[in-house]
């Protein structure tokens, strides 16, 4: 569906995209793991034919990005990372005004416009202005005017990025769905716990560059330990237990409010501190996240 | 045209639906008050007046009102509603995704703010039939005048508010362009009775010569240049704001 080589976007000496490849096929969920400024908008608006990169290979659905952009879009769903839906008209208008710019006729425009409506838990709004509904449901809508168009490929910039939990799993729910419908999707997020549910396969990308690439298990298993300890101490400097810790787990990472402990054994490695004579403020034990992966990969956290 | 041109189209007209009413009075009833006040208050000094060819003042600036209508609802459609949608508003951004191309989203906007100078235009030329002030076989053609003016405005007005840096700017068109080309463009006075240095400026005004083929039609007589003069003056600013209005386009949409 998607394939890339060398992908580069500069803006004046700034470069934004450095030089990425990926390939996406049919009917999997691909992500874009990585902080603000990573370089994930960039990408997707290259993807959707809206910035034409600076340089490299770009082809998506067999077709040339450079040359068929208009042929290309006519079967993209997009949601951007900004909603861009017109605040003035009703719900109902906003997706058949949209549809319209497809060319799709109005009979069939109104008739997937209540469709889709219904998909994303928004028919009893359908006549309310846009002006008046939460972020949540306006993801939704946008979500649902991406769809308008039955796409081959939808990609979704930061879909829930804003959104409390709730709303959050309202939308994350909608696209587990499109997902067992076979459709193709292409995500971005800054969150691991995001990218870990709704992701089949990832790259995770900083500077404008993919760090890492793979399935969300293939990253961890790859990159850190089975499980983490978080160990925090009642000091304001953390650093001094670098020294105090070193060889009690297989990596032992130190954070400036906390110190992690790469493991295999979580258990025996708090054994271990304990041996140590070390009384740690708190002790937490967890499975490693795509956040460690990120940490490893960069030295930095994800989301600050 | 391409059919993508009447999709972006589309989403102004409908936008319209809901403002319409509000737009009745600029549109609509401002000119009729002009006819009634201006034409008969006015009338009373100047009616027959040679300057004016010996015609009831009213009769002089009714064809004067249609091609300047026509302007001024074209000209005021593309201000703000263009500054708007790639400012605050994101309809562009929405339509930039779509298989729309930068040259649909531009036509579609410009032959909104045409039709409804043209739209506008058409009702006033009714008043104007209504009051017996189409007097020759050739006032149809004032419609065609008034086409053209608005045709010959839409890209030039719609590269400045696409360009524009600040909102003020709009302002500034209206005060210092839209209002000025009004006044000097003969539609409530003849040039002749500009002084001869200001004149020239109405030569490169396109809305002096819609005035003048529109003044032509209504009461059948010769406009004060060769027809294809004046209807060169308007092509050339149709085409030539046709290519700012793309140029400031495609600079805004650069991503
Ligand atoms: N239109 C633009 N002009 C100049 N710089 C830009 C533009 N868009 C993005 N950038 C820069 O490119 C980098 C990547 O931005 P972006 O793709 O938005 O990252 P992300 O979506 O991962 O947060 C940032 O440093 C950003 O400032
Ligand atoms: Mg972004």
């Known amino acids: 569906m998607i394939s890339a080589r060398g992908l580069i976007k500069r803006y004046g000496d700034h470069t934004a995209v450095d030089g990425i490849d990926i390939t996406v096929p049919k009917g999997q969920a691909f992500g874009f793991l990585g902080p603000n400024g990573a370089g994930k908008s960039t990408t997707m608006r290259m993807i959707g034919c809206v910035s034409p990169p600076t340089a490299g290979e770009l082809r998506i659905l067999g077709m040339d990005a450079a040359t068929q952009g208009p042929a290309i879009r006519a079967r993209l769903g997009v949601v951007p990372q900004d909603d861009t839906l017109d605040t003035e008209l009703n719900l109902l208008e906003n997706l058949v005004i949209y549809a319209r710019y497809f060319g799709i006729k109005y009979k069939v425009a109104r008739e997937r416009?209540?469709?889709?409506?219904?998909?994303?838990?928004?028919?009893?709004?359908?006549?309310?202005?846009?002006?008046?509904?939460?972020?949540?449901?306006?993801?939704?809508?946008?979500?649902?005017?991406?769809?308008?168009?039955?796409?081959?490929?939808?990609?979704?910039?930061?879909?829930?990025?804003?959104?409390?939990?709730?709303?959050?799993?309202?939308?994350?729910?909608?696209?587990?769905?499109?997902?067992?419908?076979?459709?193709?999707?292409?995500?971005?997020?800054?969150?691991?716990?995001?990218?870990?549910?709704?992701?089949?396969?990832?790259?995770?990308?900083?500077?404008?560059?993919?760090?890492?690439?793979?399935?969300?298990?293939?990253?961890?298993?790859?990159?850190?330990?089975?499980?983490?300890?978080?160990?925090?101490?009642?000091?304001?400097?953390?650093?001094?237990?670098?020294?105090?810790?070193?060889?009690?787990?297989?990596?032992?990472?130190?954070?400036?409010?906390?110190?992690?402990?790469?493991?295999?054994?979580?258990?025996?490695?708090?054994?271990?501190?304990?041996?140590?004579?070390?009384?740690?403020?708190?002790?937490?034990?967890?499975?490693?996240?795509?956040?460690?992966?990120?940490?490893?990969?960069?030295?930095?956290?994800?989301?600050? | 045209m391409r059919a993508g041109t009447l999709h972006a189209f589309e989403h102004w007209l409908l936008n319209y639906k809901r403002t319409w009413h509000g737009t009745l009075f600029s549109g609509f009833l401002l000119p009729v008050l002009f006819i009634v006040g201006l034409g008969m208050a006015v009338g009373g000094y100047v009616n027959g007046s040679s300057a004016i060819g010996g015609v009831d003042y009213v009769a002089f600036i009714a064809p004067g009102l249609l091609a300047s209508t026509a302007f001024q609802i074209s000209s005021g459609e593309l201000t703000w509603p263009v500054f708007a949608a790639t400012r605050w508003g994101s309809q562009y951004k929405a339509m930039q995704a779509s298989p729309l191309s930068p040259g649909e989203i531009l036509n579609g906007h410009l032959l909104y703010g045409l039709l409804r100078g043209v739209s506008s235009a058409l009702f006033f030329f009714i008043v104007m039939a209504v009051f017996g002030l189409l007097q020759s076989a050739w006032a149809p053609l004032a419609l065609l005048a008034a086409a053209a003016t608005a045709a010959s405005v839409i890209g030039a007005t719609y590269a400045v508010s696409m360009s524009a840096k600040h909102e003020s700017a709009l302002s500034m068109v209206h005060r210092f362009a839209i209002l000025p080309l009004t006044l000097f463009s003969a539609v409530f006075f003849p040039l002749a009775q500009l002084p001869s240095y200001i004149q020239p400026l109405a030569w490169i005004s396109p809305v002096w010569h819609g005035v003048e083929l529109s003044r032509a039609a209504t009461l059948g007589v010769a406009p004060p240049w060769p027809i294809a003069a004046h209807i060169g003056v308007l092509a050339v600013w149709a085409v030539g704001g046709w290519y700012a209005a793309r140029r400031s386009l495609l600079k805004k949409l650069k991503v």
Not at chain 1, 131 to 138: F, N, P, T, V
Not at chain 1, 172 to 182: A, D, I, T
Not at chain 1, 189 to 195: F, N, V
């Open chain 1, 113 to 304: 416009a209540r469709e889709l409506l219904d998909f994303v838990q928004l028919s009893d709004r359908a006549e309310s202005k846009v002006e008046a509904l939460s972020g949540g449901m306006r993801r939704r809508l946008t979500i649902a005017r991406s769809l308008i168009n039955e796409p081959d490929l939808v990609m979704l910039d930061e879909p829930t990025t804003g959104l409390d939990p709730q709303a959050r799993h309202l939308v994350w729910e909608r696209l587990f769905r499109l997902k067992k419908r076979g459709v193709t999707l292409v995500l971005t997020t800054h969150y691991m716990d995001e990218a870990e549910q709704l992701c089949d396969r990832l790259v995770v990308m900083d500077g404008g560059k993919i760090a890492a690439e793979g399935t969300p298990r293939q990253l961890i298993e790859t990159h850190v330990t089975r499980e983490v300890v978080e160990l925090r101490f009642n000091t304001e400097d953390h650093s001094a237990y670098a020294e105090k810790l070193d060889g009690a787990a297989e990596r032992v990472e130190v954070l400036p409010d906390r110190v992690l402990l790469y493991t295999d054994d979580g258990e025996s490695s708090v054994s271990e501190v304990h041996g140590r004579g070390l009384s740690p403020a708190s002790v937490l034990e967890r499975r490693a996240t795509l956040e460690d992966v990120f940490l490893r990969l960069t030295g930095r956290t994800l989301v600050d």
